[in-house]
């Protein structure tokens, strides 16, 4: 195989790790913080280290390249930041599994650090995986910038930012009511926390008044928690209880009395007006406990089970078996009212599913008013701008109602509190630096806080961190702020918010200029990929393709229950086809519509294949007819020719292809500067396929020939057109190329590399120039008339279609049309038109009525008509013709009466009673062609 030809097939097997070896080899995405260019910064959304590539990963990373790839070909410093994220509850929990099932030994059985020694290994072991896969998908991050949020950048970086926040009384230590889970056995934050409803009961309970025969019925969906009750609360304003008000009752099952307050928080419309206040496993009744004076009392530890000061009986109960035994024993001493079934507010970990048990507990927190009201201007004000805007409202929902954020976490596996406790004096050390001794009284007795901070502390701090901070450092000056965060919509609280806050106090701005919120990628059927629905597409499967055999050994590897295999087995029942990367990734962009989920069609997914394939045959076209093409001479004449020297000495076909082309090169640069990822690509696909191949292509090669046998032109002329129809079709090509590189950077690489070029470009196309429009070549008078002379070939084309004339018999046609200067034009350029419909045309004023023959009225003025006689049996095709008209016709009644149908019309998802909708279109403008034709030849 020569340098300038291509095989017959593209294999993107063979293709792709060539040139990912050899950008990477050649550092062709490293940026210098010195450079002299605009910089032009992303960081990536750090993946966790326990992680693989998934299509949220695929899309997410994808558009970044995308930007990158465009910013870095437009001559900007552009730098793509990796790293991962250290996923402290994740991690640990798979790590202990590990030590469970190769040791049978619990983390607390080997001890802290040998426990943080195995992590550590298994990082090593398995933490590249998710960055190699990455670089599979031609993703082109600075690797050799690549960070980890536990690094030791990372780690100073987080300990630097506790102190000051300490210092500065923005964190603190409180006994709190917290979120614990049970399972993961730490506290977890409110957006840790699944808010779910699910059946269960609502019970009436009565408490006896104190010095009284009377009761007062309380109701609850938590009888258990009634042992740890400190009071009963109603509305101040609630007539039926004021003179109860400051009165106490007896505690059922205890030998506690407790008062009866009152409180706003109640509502008096629920069940009896009257509520039981658990200060201890309640957040609201913790609130009221702390307006009411209430004691806070912890009967359920950190293992769900029963305490005291909760009566003998019940300790060491699970939370449900105290449940069973506190109901039954009300029911014993007739306390027991109306138990009726209820819908049930519930939390559960957003981890472990299991419910989330309200405990009292010494936590570390962040006050976060102070902190996000900076966050909020400058998303007010514009200096973050998100996209889509419907998201603003979202995060303003949250951050004008924010909490304090807990940020410890009872695990090993993270950046462990620099605080320290002295055992003389109790006072707490905080300190940049490990301490030898209390900073209070100077004693040597001091012990480190055993918690860790929550994971998303560390991965606030990521888009200044990685660039040097706490250090002023040539990074941190370049690269800060980012241009642009890319990120999914579910983590706006998590983490875009919390970098707002964190980068406007410790660098004084914005982390990033703009948030671009991906959609969610869903399968074909508009559903969530999950492992219980068995959908879940891994995106390396769409690249190299994977058996039905292979799915299901992943499936089994990754714990899929029986129904979820059974639907993967329906819905891949042939596997994944190999598509290559470009492939996925192109299809991705061209499916991204902001604000609207993606559904991940494997047909659509075949079709950007096929267009991958268009290209590739195109380029193999082009190669095959430039083999003896000088490109640095067309070149020098393209650019010095004027308007007028370029009207003379091209083709119409080769002006207007030029012209297009300009056209959507300013397109694809707008769309990517308004992040409109699905128009660049649809723009590229369209014009790649429908006026590049479909058109330019097929008119240029007669011109291509080395001589034309029957030319009236000399030969000398023959051989001049076909070298600029050649540095037309080069010129182009080569333009499409950096066009798309962003998008599908493989293939185009692969092709570029082939291509005739002049002298001095860049040795790779990663690293080229990215097109500019050329507003000399832009010729809208050129782009006028060629769109008449497709019209006129579309439509012989469509008559020939209509009486079933095969494409490659030769017919003639006539085109009527009064206008002298559009009969002129046409007149110029027939060949366009014959070339394009295999028609032999006569252009004429007007004519007689011409029986049993075709017609087709273009605009007002152009009339098209094909003689049919001698060409086709018309009885036979009369017969033909009214069988389709009858098919049609019950088409379009089964359709109508699907529409009609109201039940249908309600019920169906929109998209299908749109795509009905389309379909009745599209068989009426079908019975009118055919009816149409029918009447022609009578």
Same mark, same amino acid.
């Given at each position: 195989?020569?340098?300038?030809?291509?095989?017959?097939?593209?294999?993107?097997?063979?293709?792709?790790?060539?040139?990912?070896?050899?950008?990477?080899?050649?550092?062709?995405?490293?940026?210098?913080?010195?450079?002299?260019?605009?910089?032009?910064?992303?960081?990536? +959304? +750090?993946?966790?280290?326990?992680?693989?590539?998934?299509?949220?990963?695929?899309?997410?990373?994808?558009? =970044?390249?995308?930007?990158?790839?465009?910013?870095?070909?437009?001559?900007?410093?552009?730098?793509?930041?990796?790293?991962?994220?250290?996923?402290?509850?994740?991690?640990?929990?798979?790590?202990?599994?590990?030590?469970?099932?190769?040791?049978?030994?619990?983390?607390?059985?080997?001890?802290?650090?040998?426990?943080?020694?195995?992590?550590?290994?298994?990082?090593?072991?398995?933490?590249?995986?998710?960055?190699?896969?990455?670089?599979?998908?031609?993703?082109?991050?600075?690797?050799? $910038?690549?960070?980890?949020?536990?690094?030791?950048?990372?780690?100073?970086?987080?300990?630097?930012?506790?102190? #000051?926040?300490?210092?500065?009384?923005?964190?603190?230590?409180?006994?709190?009511?917290?979120?614990?889970?049970?399972?993961?056995?730490?506290?977890?934050?409110?957006?840790?926390?699944?808010?779910?409803?699910?059946?269960?009961?609502?019970?009436?309970?009565?408490?006896?008044?104190?010095?009284?025969?009377?009761?007062?019925?309380?109701?609850?969906?938590?009888?258990?928690?009634?042992?740890?009750?400190?009071?009963?609360?109603? @509305?101040?304003?609630?007539?039926?209880?004021?003179?109860?008000? !400051?009165?106490?009752? $007896?505690?059922?099952?205890?030998?506690?009395?407790?008062?009866?307050?009152?409180?706003?928080?109640?509502?008096?419309?629920?069940?009896?007006?009257?509520?039981?206040?658990?200060?201890?496993?309640?957040?609201?009744?913790?609130?009221?406990?702390?307006?009411?004076?209430?004691?806070?009392?912890?009967?359920?530890?950190?293992?769900?089970?029963?305490?005291?000061?909760?009566?003998?009986?019940?300790? !060491?109960?699970?939370?449900?078996?105290?449940?069973?035994?506190?109901?039954?024993?009300?029911?014993?001493?007739?306390?027991?009212?109306?138990?009726?079934?209820?819908?049930?507010? #519930?939390?559960?970990?957003?981890?472990?599913?299991?419910?989330?048990?309200?405990?009292?507990?010494?936590?570390?927190?962040?006050?976060?008013?102070?902190?996000?009201?900076?966050?909020?201007?400058?998303?007010?004000?514009?200096?973050?701008?998100?996209?889509?805007?419907?998201?603003?409202?979202?995060?303003?929902?949250?951050?004008?109602?924010?909490?304090?954020?807990?940020?410890?976490? =009872?695990?090993?596996?993270?950046?462990?509190?620099?605080?320290?406790?002295?055992?003389?004096?109790?006072?707490?050390?905080?300190?940049?630096?490990?301490?030898?001794?209390? @900073?209070?009284?100077?004693?040597?007795?001091?012990?480190?806080?055993?918690?860790?901070?929550?994971?998303?502390?560390?991965?606030?701090?990521?888009?200044?961190?990685?660039? !040097?901070?706490?250090?002023?450092?040539?990074?941190?000056?370049?690269?800060?702020?980012?241009?642009? *965060?890319?990120?999914?919509?579910?983590?706006?609280?998590?983490?875009?918010?919390?970098?707002? *806050?964190?980068?406007?106090?410790?660098?004084?701005?914005?982390?990033?200029?703009?948030?671009?919120?991906?959609?969610?990628?869903?399968?074909?059927?508009?559903?969530?990929?999950?492992?219980?629905?068995?959908?879940?597409?891994? +995106?390396?499967?769409?690249?190299?393709?994977?058996?039905?055999?292979?799915?299901?050994? $992943?499936?089994?590897?990754?714990?899929?229950?029986?129904?979820?295999?059974?639907?993967?087995?329906?819905?891949?029942?042939?596997?994944?086809?190999?598509?290559?990367?470009?492939?996925?990734?192109?299809?991705?962009?061209?499916?991204?519509?902001?604000?609207?989920?993606?559904?991940?069609?494997?047909?659509?997914?075949?079709?950007?294949?096929?267009?991958?394939?268009?290209?590739?045959?195109?380029?193999?076209?082009?190669?095959?007819?430039?083999?003896?093409?000088?490109?640095?001479?067309?070149?020098?004449?393209?650019?010095?020719?004027?308007?007028? =020297?370029?009207?003379?000495?091209?083709?119409?076909?080769?002006?207007?292809?030029?012209?297009?082309?300009?056209?959507?090169?300013?397109?694809?640069?707008?769309?990517?500067?308004?992040?409109?990822?699905?128009?660049?690509?649809?723009?590229?696909?369209?014009?790649?396929?429908?006026?590049?191949?479909?058109?330019?292509?097929?008119?240029?090669?007669?011109?291509?020939?080395?001589?034309?046998?029957?030319?009236?032109?000399?030969?000398?002329?023959? !051989?001049?057109?076909?070298?600029?129809?050649?540095?037309?079709?080069?010129?182009?090509?080569?333009?499409?190329?950096?066009?798309?590189?962003?998008?599908?950077?493989?293939?185009?690489?692969?092709?570029?590399? #082939?291509?005739?070029?002049?002298?001095?470009?860049?040795?790779?196309?990663?690293?080229?120039?990215?097109?500019?429009?050329?507003?000399?070549?832009?010729?809208?008078?050129?782009?006028?008339? *060629?769109?008449?002379?497709?019209?006129?070939?579309? /439509?012989?084309?469509?008559?020939?279609?209509?009486?079933?004339?095969?494409?490659?018999?030769?017919?003639?046609?006539?085109?009527?049309?009064?206008?002298?200067?559009?009969?002129?034009?046409?007149?110029?350029?027939?060949?366009?038109?014959?070339?394009?419909?295999?028609?032999?045309?006569?252009?004429?004023?007007?004519?007689?009525?011409?029986?049993?023959?075709?017609?087709?009225?273009?605009?007002?003025?152009?009339?098209?008509?094909?003689?049919?006689?001698?060409?086709?049996?018309?009885?036979?095709?009369?017969?033909?013709?009214?069988?389709?008209?009858?098919?049609?016709?019950?088409?379009?009644?089964?359709?109508?009466?699907?529409?009609?149908?109201?039940?249908?019309?309600?019920?169906?998802?929109?998209?299908?009673?749109?795509?009905?909708?389309?379909?009745?279109?599209?068989?009426?403008?079908?019975?009118?062609?055919?009816?149409? /034709?029918?009447?022609?030849?009578?």
């Amino acid at each position: 195989m020569s340098d300038t030809s291509l095989p017959k097939q593209y294999d993107p097997s063979e293709v792709e790790p060539r040139w990912l070896q050899i950008w990477l080899s050649r550092g062709y995405f490293h940026a210098d913080a010195a450079a002299p260019s605009v910089p032009y910064a992303i960081t990536l +959304p +750090p993946p966790n280290v326990t992680g693989s590539l998934h299509m949220g990963h695929a899309l997410g990373s994808t558009i =970044q390249d995308t930007l990158l790839r465009w910013k870095r070909m437009s001559s900007y410093n552009a730098m793509w930041m990796p790293g991962k994220d250290h996923a402290g509850i994740a991690t640990q929990m798979l790590v202990e599994r590990d030590l469970q099932r190769r040791e049978g030994k619990s983390r607390h059985d080997v001890g802290r650090q040998a426990f943080l020694d195995r992590v550590w290994q298994w990082k090593e072991r398995y933490g590249d995986r998710i960055s190699e896969q990455m670089k599979l998908m031609g993703f082109s991050l600075d690797w050799d $910038r690549e960070r980890f949020t536990m690094d030791e950048g990372a780690s100073r970086a987080v300990r630097e930012a506790f102190v #000051r926040l300490y210092e500065e009384g923005l964190i603190y230590r409180a006994h709190r009511l917290i979120n614990w889970c049970t399972d993961c056995f730490t506290a977890v934050s409110d957006l840790e926390v699944n808010n779910v409803e699910e059946a269960g009961y609502l019970w009436e309970l009565h408490y006896p008044l104190v010095d009284s025969d009377q009761h007062i019925v309380v109701a609850t969906t938590r009888p258990e928690t009634m042992l740890g009750d400190t009071g009963v609360a109603v @509305h101040p304003d609630d007539e039926r209880y004021a003179h109860l008000v !400051g009165k106490k009752v $007896r505690l059922p099952l205890t030998d506690r009395e407790i008062p009866i307050v009152a409180d706003l928080f109640v509502d008096p419309e629920f069940g009896s007006g009257a509520v039981k206040v658990t200060p201890g496993h309640d957040l609201n009744d913790f609130e009221c406990g702390q307006r009411c004076g209430l004691p806070a009392l912890s009967v359920i530890d950190l293992r769900g089970v029963i305490i005291d000061p909760a009566p003998e009986t019940y300790r !060491g109960m699970t939370v449900t078996e105290a449940r069973e035994a506190v109901v039954a024993d009300l029911e014993k001493q007739r306390l027991l009212g109306e138990v009726v079934k209820y819908t049930v507010p #519930r939390g559960r970990c957003d981890r472990s599913n299991t419910v989330i048990e309200p405990l009292l507990s010494d936590q570390w927190f962040v006050k976060t008013e102070p902190l996000a009201a900076p966050a909020i201007a400058a998303v007010k004000d514009g200096t973050t701008r998100f996209i889509p805007e419907l998201w603003i409202k979202t995060y303003m929902h949250w951050m004008t109602d924010i909490k304090d954020w807990c940020i410890s976490r =009872q695990l090993w596996w993270g950046h462990r509190i620099p605080a320290w406790y002295c055992d003389q004096c109790n006072a707490i050390t905080v300190a940049r630096d490990d301490p030898q001794a209390c @900073h209070s009284c100077g004693s040597d007795q001091i012990r480190q806080d055993e918690d860790v901070l929550d994971t998303w502390f560390s991965s606030a701090l990521w888009p200044f961190s990685t660039l !040097g901070w706490p250090d002023q450092s040539a990074d941190l000056a370049t690269f800060y702020p980012n241009a642009v *965060m890319i990120t999914a919509p579910d983590i706006i609280f998590f983490w875009v918010a919390r970098m707002m *806050m964190m980068g406007l106090h410790f660098v004084g701005k914005v982390p990033f200029r703009v948030v671009y919120f991906t959609p969610i990628v869903n399968d074909e059927n508009g559903e969530k990929m999950s492992k219980v629905k068995g959908n879940v597409i891994d +995106p390396l499967e769409l690249v190299h393709g994977a058996t039905l055999e292979q799915l299901l050994q $992943r499936a089994d590897e990754t714990g899929l229950t029986k129904a979820a295999k059974k639907n993967l087995k329906k819905l891949f029942a042939k596997g994944i086809p190999a598509s290559g990367a470009d492939a996925v990734r192109f299809s991705l962009l061209a499916m991204t519509l902001p604000g609207r989920n993606i559904r991940l069609s494997m047909e659509r997914i075949e079709g950007y294949r096929n267009f991958i394939n268009k290209l590739w045959n195109a380029s193999r076209f082009a190669l095959m007819n430039m083999g003896d093409f000088d490109a640095r001479r067309f070149a020098e004449i393209l650019a010095d020719w004027s308007p007028d =020297q370029v009207r003379t000495e091209l083709t119409l076909a080769d002006r207007w292809i030029l012209s297009r082309l300009q056209r959507v090169t300013h397109a694809v640069d707008q769309a990517l500067d308004s992040f409109r990822f699905s128009d660049a690509a649809n723009a590229l696909y369209h014009f790649v396929w429908h006026e590049f191949c479909d058109w330019y292509i097929e008119l240029s090669k007669p011109n291509l020939q080395r001589q034309t046998s029957g030319s009236q032109a000399p030969r000398h002329m023959q !051989g001049r057109r076909r070298f600029y129809t050649q540095g037309v079709l080069g010129t182009v090509l080569e333009t499409v190329l950096r066009l798309l590189h962003p998008m599908i950077p493989f293939v185009t690489e692969e092709i570029w590399q #082939r291509l005739p070029k002049p002298s001095g470009l860049p040795a790779a196309l990663a690293v080229t120039f990215y097109p500019q429009k050329k507003v000399e070549l832009v010729d809208e008078a050129t782009e006028s008339d *060629m769109a008449l002379l497709q019209e006129v070939a579309v /439509a012989i084309r469509n008559l020939r279609a209509t009486y079933g004339l095969p494409p490659t018999q030769p017919v003639d046609a006539e085109m009527r049309l009064v206008d002298s200067g559009k009969r002129s034009m046409f007149e110029s350029h027939r060949a366009v038109v014959e070339h394009a419909a295999r028609a032999t045309l006569v252009i004429t004023e007007s004519g007689d009525h011409i029986p049993r023959s075709a017609k087709s009225i273009i605009g007002s003025d152009i009339e098209v008509i094909v003689p049919l006689a001698g060409l086709i049996d018309v009885d036979a095709e009369r017969t033909r013709i009214a069988k389709e008209i009858a098919k049609t016709d019950k088409e379009i009644a089964f359709i109508s009466k699907k529409l009609d149908n109201e039940k249908f019309v309600a019920r169906a998802p929109a998209d299908v009673v749109e795509k009905e909708r389309a379909r009745l279109t599209d068989e009426e403008t079908r019975k009118a062609r055919l009816t149409e /034709a029918l009447e022609a030849l009578k």
